[in-house]
C-alpha cells in the first residue's frame, strides 16, 4: 500500500489496527525508542496506529516528529494529575476494605488475576462515588491507613502518605482512563504504560503485546535505589537483610508487581536480545511468550564502504556522544595505552560534543595531559559514511546501552568492533549461542572500564590485518542475516496480522 | 485576627484591633442616627433602610480596607453581619464583644506554630525524636548481625542482596568500596554490570565534585580548625588512591593534600599533635607527606606518636622495647 493510501485509510479508519502505548518518550524526547517508533509506523504503511503517551503532566514540549501518515491519533495520559479537588463529606463506600485488600495484592504481587479483582472492585466502588472524588475522600483517608498498617507499619506514615497518593495517583489514572479501540494494543515497556496495556488485554479481550527495549523494572529498580529523593524512614545501616519495609521498598516492588501483571497479561513479550529475557523470566515471564526481534539497519546505505588499505594511517574510532554514559575518557586512555605500541594511531571521536560541555572539557584536558593532540580527535557531528572507510577498528566504550546501532552500522561497513559487555554487544559481535551455522566472531568484547583490555584487542585487529578483515566479514554476515530493518519489520508484520485476526477473548494466561 | 497576641501571651491591641473599636462607635453612632430618624420625621421606609445599609458599608470599608492579606477576617466579617441583621442593637452587641475576642484570641504566631506542630512540620528536639524512632522501631537494630562485606557480597549473594549492596555502595560511598565495585562490573550477570555501571557514573561525578570542594577549601584564607583541615588532608589522600578517580582529579587530590599538610607540619611540636589521632588515612597522608618531603626525622616521630595512639599501652612497651627516642 502506497503511502498516499494509508493517508486516505488514515482519514477514514476510525479504529485503528495498533494502540501503541509509550510512557515518557515519543513524539516529544528525540531518539532512542522514539526513533523506533517512528522507524515502526513508518516500516508498516499498511498498518494503521494510534498512541497513547504517557507523561507525568502536561507541558510545554514540543513534537519532535513528523506524524506519519498511518498514525491516526496521539491521545496523552497524564499520571500526575489524578484527583482534582478534595471531598469532604460522603459516607465510606462498602467495601473499601476488599479494594484495600485487592490494591495491596496489586501493588506487591501484581498479576493478571490481582488487576482484574482491583478493576471489578473498582467498578462497584464507581457506582457509589467516582474514581477520581474517591480518590479524594475520607474512603481514601481509610484506605490509606489501611494498605499503610499491612505494609509499611515501621515506616514512616507522613512518607508513606504521600508515596501512596503518587503511587496509587499513578495507577488509577491508567484505570480511570477511557480505553482507545484497537485490534491490537503494543506497550513499549511495562510500568504504568504496561499496566494499561494489560488493563487493554482483559477489558477489551483483544491481543496485547510487549517490547521492550530496556528492562524497565530494573531500569527502576535501579534508579530508587540510587536516589536521594527517597527518604530512608528506618535506619537499616548498611544491613542488606533487614525485613523491615521502608519506601524505596515500595516503590520497587510495585513496579515490579506491574511488571509481573504486564508479562503475565500480555501475549508475546519480545526483547531486542537475548540478555534481557533473563529478568523477564525472574520476573514470571512465561518462556512460551518470549522472542526477541533484534532491530536492524538499511544494508544499502554501506555497500559502497570500501574497507580501510592495510598502509592507510592505523585508525580506530568512537562513534557516539561526547557524554559520560559512553565513557570515552576510558577511549582516551586506550588511545593513550594503543600509541605506546602503535605510535601512528589516530583515534577519532565522531559525535556531538555539546551536550555536556563540562564532560567534553574535561575529555580535552585529558588529551592534553597526555600530550595526545595529534592522535584523538574531536570529529564533532559528521556524516559517518564518510568516515568508515578510513576507520580500522570500531571501538565503543559505553557503560550502558541497549542495541547500539553503531555496532550494526560498523558490521554494515565490514569493520571489526571492540566494546565493553553492555546490552547486546556481546550477541552482536561474538552471535548467539544457537547461531547455525557460526559466523565466526565480529571482533572482541571487553569489561566494562577496562582501558588496557580495550587497547589490547584493538593492537590485535591493528596488527593483524588478516584477522580484522576476517572479524570485519564475520560482522558482516551476521548484521546481514539477522539485523537488518526489513527483517525486523517483517517480523512485526506477521505478528501484528496475526495477533489482529485472532478472535477477540479472554486471554487464557493472563488470569482474569 | 484582628487582635495580635504576643507569643508569650501578653495581648496588646493593635491598629487593626483599634480599627475595629472605631469600626463599632461609628456603627453605634450611624445607626443610632438612623433609628432616631425613622421614629421622629416621615422618612419613607426605603430611605431608612437605605440609610442603614450606608452605614454597614462604611463599617465594612473601615473593617476591610487595605488588611493585609492572609489576615484573618472572622471577627470584622461577624461584626458586619451583626450590624446588618440587627441594626442599632447589632451596633451595641459588636461593641461589647470587642473586649471578650481581645481576650480569647491566639496571635498568629501561636496559630503557625500550632499548626506547624499539626502537620509534623515542626522541629522537635533530639530527645523526642529519637524516643519516637525508638518506639516506631525505625532505628538501627543492634542485635542484627554485622553486615556482610560488600565484595562478598558481589562476588556470591543473591542477585537481590547484589543490587541492595550497589544501591548502599551509590548513595553511602566510601573508596574502600572501589573493589567490590569494580568485581560488580566484572559480574557475569549483565544486570549487575548494568547497576554498577550506573554507580560508577554516579560516584565518578560524586568524587570529583567532592574533590573540587575540599580543593578550594584548601585555598581559603582564614583556615578552619586545623582538626578540620588534617581531616580533609586524610580524605583527599584516600581520593588520590581510589582507583574510581580519574587521574587528573587523583593529581588534583594528591596536591590538596600536600598543600594542606605543608602549611601545618612545620615544626616536631605540630608533628606530634598532628600525628596525635587515629585516622589511619589522615596518619598515612601525615607520613607520606614527611617522605616526599625528605623530612625522614619528622617521619620516625609521626610514625611512633601514632603507633602510641593506635596501640596504647601496647603501643609505648614496644617503643621502650626498641629503646627509641625522639
Keep these: ?512 | 485576627m484582628s487582635v495580635a497576641a504576643t507569643n508569650n501571651g501578653g495581648a496588646i491591641l493593635s491598629r487593626w484591633a483599634t480599627r475595629d473599636v472605631y469600626g463599632a462607635l461609628f456603627a453605634n453612632v450611624g445607626e443610632a442616627i438612623v433609628a432616631l430618624q425613622s421614629s421622629a420625621a416621615s422618612i419613607p421606609a426605603i430611605w431608612i433602610l437605605a440609610g442603614h445599609l450606608a452605614v454597614v458599608a462604611s463599617v465594612a470599608t473601615i473593617l476591610f480596607n487595605a488588611r493585609p492579606k492572609g489576615e484573618d477576617l472572622t471577627i470584622a466579617a461577624t461584626m458586619v453581619l451583626i450590624i446588618l441583621v440587627a441594626g442599632p442593637v447589632g451596633a451595641v452587641a459588636s461593641l461589647v464583644m470587642l473586649p471578650f475576642v481581645k481576650t480569647t484570641n491566639p496571635g498568629s504566631p501561636v496559630l503557625r506554630a500550632w499548626y506547624k506542630r499539626l502537620s509534623s512540620a515542626g522541629s522537635v528536639g533530639p530527645a523526642t525524636a529519637m524516643h519516637d524512632r525508638v518506639a516506631a522501631g525505625r532505628v538501627l537494630r543492634l542485635e542484627a548481625a554485622p553486615p556482610a562485606s560488600f565484595l562478598d557480597v558481589i562476588k556470591a549473594g543473591t542477585l537481590d542482596e547484589r543490587q541492595t549492596a550497589l544501591g548502599l555502595m551509590a548513595r553511602k560511598f566510601h573508596p574502600d568500596y572501589a573493589p567490590a565495585l569494580e568485581a560488580a562490573l566484572r559480574s557475569p550477570e549483565p544486570v549487575v554490570r548494568v547497576q554498577a555501571a550506573a554507580v560508577v557514573a554516579r560516584v565518578r561525578g560524586d568524587l570529583k565534585e567532592r574533590i573540587k570542594s575540599l580543593v578550594s577549601a584548601e585555598g581559603h584564607v582564614g583556615s578552619p580548625r586545623p582538626a578540620a583541615r588534617l581531616a580533609d588532608a586524610g580524605e583527599l589522600y584516600r581520593l588520590a588512591r581510589c582507583t574510581l578517580v580519574e587521574g587528573t582529579d587523583r593529581a588534583a587530590s594528591e596536591a590538596g593534600a600536600r598543600a594542606l599538610l605543608s602549611g601545618m607540619l612545620t615544626t616536631s611540636h605540630t608533628i606530634v599533635n598532628a600525628s596525635a589521632q587515629p585516622d589511619p588515612d589522615t596518619a598515612l597522608a601525615i607520613e607520606g607527606y614527611l617522605l616526599a618531603e625528605g623530612r625522614y626525622k619528622h617521619f620516625r616521630v609521626a610514625r611512633r606518636v601514632n603507633s602510641i595512639v593506635t596501640r596504647g599501652g601496647y603501643g609505648i612497651r614496644l617503643l621502650k622495647k626498641s629503646g627509641a627516642q625522639w
Design chain 1, 1 to 512: 500500500m502506497s503511502l498516499n493510501a494509508a493517508a486516505r485509510r488514515a482519514k477514514t479508519v476510525v479504529q485503528p489496527d495498533v494502540c501503541l502505548i509509550v510512557e515518557g518518550c515519543y513524539p516529544y524526547v528525540p531518539g532512542g525508542v522514539s526513533a523506533w517508533i517512528d522507524w515502526l509506523m513508518r516500516s508498516l504503511p499498511e498498518t494503521s496506529f494510534s498512541i497513547v503517551a504517557l507523561w507525568p503532566r502536561p507541558s510545554a514540549m514540543k513534537s519532535r516528529y513528523a506524524p506519519p501518515d498511518n498514525l491516526i491519533k496521539v491521545e496523552h495520559l497524564y499520571l500526575q494529575q489524578f484527583g482534582s479537588a478534595p471531598v469532604t463529606r460522603g459516607a465510606v463506600p462498602l467495601g473499601i476494605e476488599h479494594l484495600s485488600e485487592s490494591l495491596t495484592r496489586l501493588t506487591t504481587q501484581g498479576g493478571g488475576r490481582a488487576l482484574s479483582e482491583v478493576m471489578q472492585e473498582l467498578g462497584l466502588m464507581r457506582r457509589a462515588i467516582s474514581l477520581d472524588q474517591l480518590f479524594n475522600s475520607p474512603a481514601a483517608w481509610q484506605l490509606v491507613q489501611e494498605m499503610y498498617r499491612r505494609e509499611m507499619p515501621y515506616g514512616s506514615f507522613l512518607h508513606y502518605f504521600w508515596a501512596w497518593r503518587a503511587l496509587l495517583g499513578g495507577l488509577f489514572s491508567v484505570l480511570e482512563y477511557p480505553l482507545p479501540k484497537a485490534k491490537v494494543y503494543h506497550t513499549i515497556s511495562t510500568g504504568y504504560a504496561g499496566l494499561l496495556a494489560a488493563r487493554a488485554r482483559l477489558e477489551s479481550g483483544r491481543p496485547a503485546i510487549l517490547t521492550e527495549h530496556g528492562i524497565y523494572t530494573n531500569e527502576r529498580r535501579i534508579e530508587l535505589l540510587m536516589a536521594d529523593w527517597v527518604a530512608d524512614t528506618i535506619d537499616k545501616g548498611h544491613a542488606l537483610d533487614d525485613p523491615r519495609f521502608d519506601l524505596r521498598d515500595m516503590w520497587v516492588r510495585a513496579f515490579e508487581a506491574y511488571a509481573r501483571t504486564c508479562y503475565e497479561t500480555t501475549d508475546n513479550v519480545i526483547t531486542l536480545y537475548g540478555d534481557n529475557q533473563q529478568p523477564q523470566r525472574l520476573l514470571g515471564a512465561d518462556e512460551k511468550k518470549l522472542s526477541v526481534i533484534a532491530n536492524g539497519i538499511d544494508l544499502t546505505r554501506f555497500t559502497n564502504i570500501k574497507q580501510a588499505p592495510d598502509n592507510g594511517r592505523p585508525t580506530i574510532a568512537l562513534i557516539g556522544r561526547v557524554v559520560p554514559i559512553k565513557d570515552v575518557k576510558t577511549f582516551i586512555e586506550a588511545a593513550r595505552l594503543l600509541k605506546l605500541k602503535v605510535p601512528e594511531l589516530r583515534a577519532w571521536v565522531v559525535g556531538p560534543t555539546d551536550e555536556d560541555a563540562a564532560y567534553h572539557a574535561e575529555c580535552r584536558a585529558i588529551v592534553a595531559e597526555h600530550g595526545l593532540h595529534d592522535t584523538v580527535i574531536f570529529t564533532g557531528p559528521v556524516n559517518i559514511l564518510d568516515y568508515l572507510g578510513q576507520i580500522h577498528v570500531m571501538v565503543l566504550t559505553s557503560l550502558s546501552e541497549s542495541q547500539p546501532l553503531v555496532v550494526l552500522e560498523a558490521g554494515a561497513a565490514g569493520i571489526p568492533f571492540v566494546a565493553t559487555d553492555v546490552g547486546s554487544c556481546r550477541e552482536i559481535i561474538e552471535g548467539r549461542s544457537d547461531e547455525t551455522p557460526y559466523l565466526g566472531a565480529g571482533g572482541a568484547v571487553t569489561h566494562l572500564a577496562a582501558a588496557n583490555e580495550i587497547a589490547d584487542a584493538c593492537e590485535v585487529f591493528l596488527m593483524d590485518h588478516d584477522k580484522r578483515r576476517s572479524a570485519g566479514e564475520a560482522l558482516r554476515s551476521r548484521v546481514a542475516a539477522s539485523y537488518t530493518s526489513t527483517r525486523a519489520a517483517g517480523a512485526y508484520r506477521r505478528l501484528y496480522a496475526d495477533l489482529a485476526n485472532r478472535p477477540t477473548g479472554s486471554n487464557p494466561d493472563a488470569g482474569g
